[in-house]
């Protein structure tokens, strides 16, 4: 074999290579890619159940048993969460979950956390808690992961209608 040859053979080496190492570094992207995404729908569902949960809960703990057609009658803004007594998973009412965490650990591929904050909002800026008692409550549910790049925040809004 001349020195042509060699060159040849050394050439043909080093493209091959680096065509095994780029299709090796898509593999590890596309892997990473779909991890994440997987990640992103569990965290989704996650925060999707806990804000369902919430929903089916009465709108404030004066409203589980009686109607209320008063604001006086509600939960002061800085009384939301649990009465006292009041556990994880038997909250009767929406606002129990303010501040709630929980650590869900029942899936094999990653650990999430899952935090609770409730608010009264104003209808015409329904964004922002406000320090005062409205017919209208928001739940924002953020949850992490050290598997996730990214954090995922939901929120939804319950209100409460009283008819005569």
Known sequence: MNTGQ????????????????????TFLSTGNVMYNTKFGVLATSLGTSMIEEANSKAFDAATDTNSVSSLTSLTSPSGLGPAWGEVYPNFNDF??????TRIDSTMPSAVFKITCKVGYVLPTNPDVFVNQKTWNKRILVTVTSPSMNDTVRMSSVFSYWFFR
């Not at 060699?6 to 043909?12: H, I, K, S």
């Open 6 to 25: 060699l060159l040849l053979t050394l050439g043909g080496m080093f493209l091959l290579s680096m065509v095994i190492l780029r299709t090796n570094t």
């Open 95 to 100: 606002d129990d979950y303010n501040n709630y």
